[in-house]
């Protein structure tokens, strides 16, 4: 019988050995994993529209296209962008630039200008779209940042 505990005995230690070993190792791997501090979160901020009035449009001598379209904003704007398609698309926006209305400037999009905001090329340049494609004024106006149409 003294066989038995005997082996029974040395069982029980190792198995505290590998549980030991197993624990130190998993401490040391856990200790080495470092990440990033990083913040994570939400914020909302109303959103108001801007009022686009005065809007004026300047033609092809031929009266076919459309080159320019302008108008003024009842706030300042960091960046606007014009579209003259009923759904645009990236490939069919211009970059006006800033709006300052406290110097009363009017926005100017010239749709015969060859970038698009997107970083594109504007499909409608060199000409402007035509009269007969140009069916809807759309406007995208920030206050800060940049617009990005995709």
């Not at 749709?111 to 809807?136: E, K, L, Q, R």
Request: aromatic share 6%.
């Amino acid at each position: 019988m003294s066989r038995f505990f005997g082996k029974r005995r040395s069982a029980g230690v190792a198995a505290i050995m590998v549980a030991a070993i197993a624990a130190a190792s998993a401490y040391a791997f856990t200790t080495s994993n470092t990440g990033v501090a990083h913040k994570a979160g939400v914020k909302t901020d109303v959103v108001t529209g801007y009022a686009v009035s005065a809007i004026g449009y300047t033609f092809s001598n031929d009266g076919v296209h459309v080159e320019k379209v302008t108008f003024t904003l009842d706030s300042d704007a960091n960046d606007v962008a014009a579209s003259l398609k009923s759904t645009p698309d990236a490939a069919h926006w211009v970059d006006c630039g800033a709006a300052n209305v406290g110097n009363s400037d009017t926005v100017i999009c010239d749709f015969t200008a060859a970038t698009a905001p997107t970083g594109a090329t504007n499909a409608d340049s060199p000409t402007g779209p035509t009269v007969a494609a140009a069916t809807n004024l759309t406007v995208a106006a920030v206050g800060t940042g940049t617009i990005t149409i995709h």
